[in-house]
Nanobody, 122 residues
Framework: VQLQAYGGGLVQAGGSLRLSCTAS????????MGWFRQARGKEREFVAG????????YYAISVKGRFTISRDNTKNTVYLQMNSLKPEDTAVYYC????????????????WGQGTLVTVSS
Protein backbone atom coordinates (compact mmCIF):
# COMPACT_ATOMS: atom_id res chain seq x y z
CA VAL A 1 0.00 0.00 0.00
CA GLN A 2 1.27 3.48 -0.85
CA LEU A 3 0.78 6.26 1.68
CA GLN A 4 0.84 10.01 1.12
CA ALA A 5 0.85 12.28 4.16
CA TYR A 6 0.16 15.99 3.99
CA GLY A 7 -1.10 18.91 6.04
CA GLY A 8 2.01 19.89 7.96
CA GLY A 9 3.17 23.44 8.35
CA LEU A 10 4.16 26.20 10.71
CA VAL A 11 1.82 27.03 13.58
CA GLN A 12 2.10 29.01 16.79
CA ALA A 13 1.96 27.31 20.16
CA GLY A 14 -1.64 26.70 21.16
CA GLY A 15 -2.75 26.39 17.57
CA SER A 16 -4.14 23.48 15.59
CA LEU A 17 -3.33 21.48 12.49
CA ARG A 18 -4.94 18.52 10.80
CA LEU A 19 -2.77 15.97 9.08
CA SER A 20 -4.16 13.65 6.44
CA CYS A 21 -2.79 10.46 4.96
CA THR A 22 -4.27 8.91 1.85
CA ALA A 23 -3.66 5.30 0.92
CA SER A 24 -3.69 3.62 -2.45
CA UNK A 25 -2.84 0.27 -3.93
CA UNK A 26 -4.60 -2.10 -1.58
CA UNK A 27 -7.75 -2.38 0.48
CA UNK A 28 -7.40 0.37 3.06
CA UNK A 29 -9.74 -1.26 5.55
CA UNK A 30 -7.43 -4.29 5.79
CA UNK A 31 -4.98 -2.16 7.77
CA UNK A 32 -4.76 -0.57 11.13
CA MET A 33 -3.03 2.79 10.85
CA GLY A 34 -0.64 4.77 12.94
CA TRP A 35 0.90 8.20 13.16
CA PHE A 36 4.49 8.50 14.27
CA ARG A 37 6.83 11.43 14.59
CA GLN A 38 10.55 12.02 14.57
CA ALA A 39 12.11 15.13 15.98
CA ARG A 40 15.59 16.18 14.95
CA GLY A 41 18.18 14.03 16.66
CA LYS A 42 15.60 11.72 18.20
CA GLU A 43 14.19 8.32 17.41
CA ARG A 44 10.87 7.88 15.67
CA GLU A 45 8.07 7.52 18.19
CA PHE A 46 4.47 6.39 18.21
CA VAL A 47 1.87 9.16 18.41
CA ALA A 48 -1.52 7.57 17.76
CA GLY A 49 -3.06 4.47 16.23
CA UNK A 50 -6.45 3.38 14.99
CA UNK A 51 -7.81 -0.06 14.22
CA UNK A 52 -8.98 -1.05 10.75
CA UNK A 53 -12.60 -0.40 11.68
CA UNK A 54 -11.96 2.80 13.60
CA UNK A 55 -13.45 1.30 16.75
CA UNK A 56 -10.21 1.31 18.70
CA UNK A 57 -7.68 4.07 19.14
CA TYR A 58 -4.56 4.49 21.22
CA TYR A 59 -2.47 7.56 22.02
CA ALA A 60 0.93 8.32 23.39
CA ILE A 61 0.70 9.91 26.81
CA SER A 62 2.33 13.07 25.50
CA VAL A 63 -0.52 13.78 23.08
CA LYS A 64 -3.53 12.23 24.79
CA GLY A 65 -6.32 14.75 25.15
CA ARG A 66 -4.81 17.05 22.51
CA PHE A 67 -4.63 14.87 19.40
CA THR A 68 -7.38 12.83 17.78
CA ILE A 69 -6.89 10.11 15.20
CA SER A 70 -9.72 9.14 12.89
CA ARG A 71 -10.24 7.44 9.56
CA ASP A 72 -12.66 7.40 6.66
CA ASN A 73 -12.47 4.06 4.90
CA THR A 74 -14.64 5.34 2.06
CA LYS A 75 -11.93 7.91 1.29
CA ASN A 76 -8.93 5.69 2.11
CA THR A 77 -7.75 8.39 4.47
CA VAL A 78 -6.58 8.61 8.07
CA TYR A 79 -6.45 11.91 9.92
CA LEU A 80 -4.63 13.35 12.89
CA GLN A 81 -6.26 16.40 14.42
CA MET A 82 -3.71 18.20 16.57
CA ASN A 83 -4.90 20.83 19.02
CA SER A 84 -3.13 22.84 21.71
CA LEU A 85 0.16 22.34 19.93
CA LYS A 86 3.39 22.79 21.83
CA PRO A 87 6.91 23.52 20.60
CA GLU A 88 7.88 19.99 21.64
CA ASP A 89 5.41 18.64 19.06
CA THR A 90 7.75 19.90 16.34
CA ALA A 91 8.75 16.92 14.22
CA VAL A 92 8.32 15.16 10.93
CA TYR A 93 5.07 13.22 11.15
CA TYR A 94 4.67 9.91 9.37
CA CYS A 95 1.64 7.78 8.71
CA UNK A 96 2.07 4.03 8.57
CA UNK A 97 0.05 0.89 7.96
CA UNK A 98 0.17 -2.41 9.76
CA UNK A 99 -1.97 -5.54 9.76
CA UNK A 100 -5.51 -5.84 11.08
CA UNK A 101 -4.46 -5.48 14.71
CA UNK A 102 -3.58 -2.12 16.15
CA UNK A 103 0.13 -1.96 16.89
CA UNK A 104 2.28 0.50 18.82
CA UNK A 105 5.86 -0.11 17.75
CA UNK A 106 7.72 1.25 14.75
CA UNK A 107 8.99 -2.19 13.74
CA UNK A 108 5.46 -3.57 13.59
CA UNK A 109 4.45 -1.30 10.71
CA UNK A 110 5.09 -2.44 7.16
CA UNK A 111 4.25 0.59 5.04
CA TRP A 112 5.25 4.20 5.54
CA GLY A 113 4.41 7.54 4.02
CA GLN A 114 7.04 10.13 3.20
CA GLY A 115 6.45 12.36 6.23
CA THR A 116 5.18 15.88 6.66
CA LEU A 117 6.91 18.53 8.76
CA VAL A 118 5.11 20.18 11.65
CA THR A 119 6.81 23.17 13.24
CA VAL A 120 5.36 24.77 16.36
CA SER A 121 6.77 28.15 17.27
CA SER A 122 6.79 29.48 20.81
Amino acid sequence: VQLQAYGGGLVQAGGSLRLSCTASGRTFSDYSMGWFRQARGKEREFVAGISWSGDSTYYAISVKGRFTISRDNTKNTVYLQMNSLKPEDTAVYYCAATGPRLRLRVEEYDYWGQGTLVTVSS
